[in-house]
């Protein structure tokens, strides 16, 4: 019997989703199912939700839930973390500071990662939350998987990776934006062959393929010929800020750096798309991308609707699955963990460490590529080479930050946050670094990360 860990599993939306893939999967029937989450209104909801909707499909599964996290990893085959420590509120709080002080969209807001909820450098809770887990799994269940899906999968891989033994694998959506660059061509998805990597949230096409042959031309045509045109019309009927992938920053992104972006990496770039509100929405459209002032609250609202439709559809006796539809979701996290119990072999796009795989790249950095799965474990595949301009002008600037807020983490001092600080194109001097990093550590919150940052 397989015994599956969920940490944070009071996300309601995105647990409904897990329970409803976990269900629809035979082969995993049988397992127990532990819900973990501090809040126990959340995790009572969850569990209600997951008991029904077994039901409801007839799927064998045991539920279980709990606050207290050791119990729930002991004795675990895969822990799920999606847990953000302190929740959204926390961040946005610390955002609201940095703006006070100049730094449009706070002081994570850096070059190559402009993701709203990819908290590095001020995201001290967020990285001893998730090094605290692997540690716990590193006693209670050496043998265990850790699916890392909060974020930032980027930092967070990385460091697990290095500072314990826990078998971690990092896993994000992201890469699915091939399916809407294939859809926007009019290309068939099942035809196309494509390949995509780097780090997360920073990953490049390079291998797009339509029925064996090279699909970039289907790219360069849309470019030349239909472009101007989509354009037109989106910005004129444009309801999603998250409806970026063909936008104007991700073609430019691709005329600069030689390979067309994917997923999330058009949110990021420099600050040539981000310098305020009005940029944004030159290069994202109306509501001027997911992680402006506009798009981002946009994103916020959802999060809550979802979790009020959830919870409104568990206190409805009416069937769950008219809510949740019992259909497979294109999330690859239940069929890697099929892959792993049961020795199933899939390919998958995961964050592990390269060894390798990506050159001129270390090792010991978390990479996102293509890998077989098996009851074995990763096995890197390998991949195509990156432009030497993607790597010096976009790689190597981000892994820098990522290795920064590390040091930060690990090693503490005030002096790592004022050297994040004093580099930034927003910083007009040093009284202004100061004063935000004096507001930001006073918060009545970050007392534990105000002594770190002594």
């Known amino acids: 019997m397989v015994k599956i860990t969920v940490i944070g599993a009071g996300s309601l939306a995105w647990s409904a989703t897990l329970v409803r893939d976990l269900c629809l999967t035979p082969s995993l029937r049988g397992s127990t199912v532990v819900f973990m989450d501090i809040n126990k209104e959340r ?94 799994i590193e006693e209670l269940s050496p043998e265990a998987w850790l699916l890392q899906l909060a974020n930032p999968v980027f930092e967070l891989t990385t460091l697990i990776s290095r500072e314990t033994k826990t078998r971690i694998i990092g896993l994000c959506h992201g890469h699915l934006g091939y399916l809407e660059i294939s859809s926007i061509l009019g290309l068939n998805p099942r035809n196309i062959d494509f390949e995509a990597i780097g780090f997360n949230h920073v990953i490049w ?33 444009q309801v999603n800020p998250f409806d970026i992938q063909m936008s104007p920053a991700a073609v430019d992104m691709y005329r600069t750096y030689g390979l067309f972006p994917v997923g999330d990496t ?98 010991d950095v978390a990479v996102e590529i293509p890998a077989k799965v098996d009851g074995r474990g990763v096995h890197r595949m390998r991949v195509e080479k990156l432009p030497r301009r993607i790597v010096n002008y976009v790689l190597r600037p981000r892994m820098m930050r990522m290795e920064w807020a590390l040091e930060a983490f690990l090693d503490g001092g005030r002096d790592t946050l004022f050297e994040w600080l004093v580099t930034d ?14 507001d930001i550590l006073s918060m009545p919150e970050n007392l534990e990360m105000a002594k770190h940052f002594k």
Do not use: C
């Open 43 to 136: 995790l009572s909801l969850i569990d209600a939700f997951a008991k029904r909707y077994a039901s409801e499909v007839k799927a064998n599964l045991v539920f279980e839930k709990t606050t207290d996290r050791r119990a729930a990893l002991k004795d675990s085959d895969v822990v799920i973390n999606t847990a953000m420590a302190g929740g959204h509120s926390y961040y946005e709080n610390m955002r609201m500071i940095s703006e006070k002080h100049g730094y449009y969209r706070g002081i994570n807001s850096v070059e190559w990662n402009m993701v709203s909820d990819y908290h590095t450098i001020w995201g001290y809770y967020q990285f001893k939350l998730a090094l605290d887990i692997a540690r716990d």
């Open 266 to 363: 058009v949110r990021g770039g420099t600050w040539k798309y981000h310098w305020n509100l009005e940029t944004k929405r030159k290069w994202y459209g109306s509501l001027a991308g997911p992680d402006s002032e506009t798009g981002w609250k946009v994103y916020l609202d959802m999060l809550q609707y979802n979790f009020d439709t959830i919870a409104a559809a568990i206190k409805d006796p009416a069937p769950l699955t008219r809510v949740l539809p019992p259909n497979l979701s294109r999330e690859s996290v239940v069929p890697i963990i099929d892959s792993l119990m049961n020795d199933k072999v899939g390919t998958y796009q995961v964050n592990v460490l390269n060894m390798g795989v990506i050159a001129d790249l270390p090792d």
């Open 425 to 438: 194109t927003r910083t007009k001097s040093t009284e202004q670094v100061n004063q935000v990093i004096d």
């Open 205 to 237: 096409l390079t291998r797009f393929k339509h029925d064996g042959e090279d699909a970039y031309r289907f790219i360069d045509d849309w470019i030349r010929n239909k472009a101007e045109e989509y354009w037109r019309i989106w910005r004129e009927d």
